[in-house]
């Protein structure tokens, strides 16, 4: 069994920052990317941001103002989140792409959701 555990969210005043984290646990053999989704009311689920090995990829509305890293010793990926706007309130999902031991398939895996709010 994997689990993905979130934590940070909050709420901010526009303009502040947060950074959130996510820890992956359990029967991990070796997490091929890691990455977070965002879903604000009303919308569907986007991907904000993810990161594989070294390269990491970004949404245009978050370029620039949020950065995502990645502890593989920890097994955990951050997200720092500056400049932020109301428009970024939504839940933030940890998103992992990974193969368990014993399995021959990668396997997505996604965490509870941590909310983020942005006040104007």
């Known amino acids: 069994q994997v689990q993905l555990v979130e934590s940070g969210g909050g709420l901010v005043q526009a303009g502040g920052s947060l950074r959130l984290s996510c820890a992956a646990s359990?029967?991990?053999?070796?997490?091929?990317?890691m990455g977070w989704y965002r879903q604000g009311p009303g919308k569907q689920r986007e991907l904000v941001a993810d990161i594989s090995g070294g390269s990491a990829n970004y949404a245009y509305t978050v370029k620039g103002r949020f950065t995502i890293s990645r502890d593989n010793a920890k097994n955990t990926a951050y997200l720092q989140m500056n400049s932020l706007k109301p428009e970024d309130t939504a839940v933030y999902y940890c998103?992992?792409?990974?193969?368990?031991?014993?399995?021959?398939?990668?396997?997505?895996?996604w965490g509870q959701g941590t909310q983020v709010t942005v006040s104007s």
């Open positions: 998103n992992a792409v990974l193969l368990a031991h014993g399995s021959k398939h990668l396997e997505t895996y």
């Open positions: 359990g029967n991990i053999f070796s997490i091929n990317s």
